[in-house]
């Protein structure tokens, strides 16, 4: 078997096992049946088929692969499931998240698999270190936040009437609130350098720090909502229910900032996550 087809194998593989975690993890909050420890082997086992499939691809074509739509999506992917992975090893009391967060997954998967796998050329703007510090520190901005939405999005659907009472095992409301404001002000930290170290990319690629086009302008409204979430929390003790409310906001705004600018923007920042 050549790379590339051990490449798509070793994905596909990946992505049958995040289905089966979804699966899993669905039937548990539905049916009350417990998590347990296999779910966090095949969340392993799924993540790790798509790092190899990731470096298999790496290796393919020589660069890392973070290039139009197709590997963009795949390696947000891989850095959301990252952030699920670890949330569920280590919130073991909070892990019926990972059911609210799945279906996300593979909508995303579903937007993958609906685009062209060809490898793009590649900018001569690649070439430097800052890259791989901007994109380590971007996925592990959008692993907290993801994490974050999880815990925000129990509390809503507590509140909503339609949650499964299943939800109601999880800590309290000001429990998981805690929770997801540590992981917002990870969130931040790691936001803020991935715009400083994305401001010293720009500098060595285009010698400016900042120009204003679309996805810097967004990367800064999302680095302002976080900051805002924060902020109202603390100065004003809102309530669980409004925090979490704020934190499904600022996520959408993330969101929206890295999964859809970089695909509509025809500025230079395109596709530079």
Known sequence: ???????????????????????????ALVFKRSLGEGLFWLLL????????SLGLRWSIIDRVPVVGIYEMLSANIWGLMVAVTVAYKILPKTRLII??????????MAWMMLKADDPAATPSTYDTIWLYIHIGFIKLFLGCAFIALGLALVILLRHSGF???????????AGLDNRAYRFMALALVFDTLGVVSGAIWAQDAWHRYWAWDPLEVWSLVTWL??????????????????NAWLILAT?????FTFFGIPFVSASLHKGMI
Not at 163 to 173: A, N, V
């Open 251 to 255: 996520w959408l705004v993330a969101f």
């Open 1 to 27: 078997m050549d790379s590339t087809a051990l490449e798509n194998l070793t994905l596909w593989l990946a992505l049958v096992g995040y289905v089966a975690v979804t699966i899993w993890a669905l039937s």
């Open 225 to 242: 909502c976080i900051g805002l979430t924060l902020h109202i929390r603390a100065q004003y003790k809102t309530s669980p229910l409004v």
């Open 163 to 173: 949650g499964p009472k299943r939800l109601l095992e999880l800590p309290s409301d």
């Open 45 to 52: 086992c799924s993540t790790a088929l798509h790092t190899t």
């Open 99 to 108: 059911a609210l967060l799945m279906p996300i997954i593979i909508m995303l």
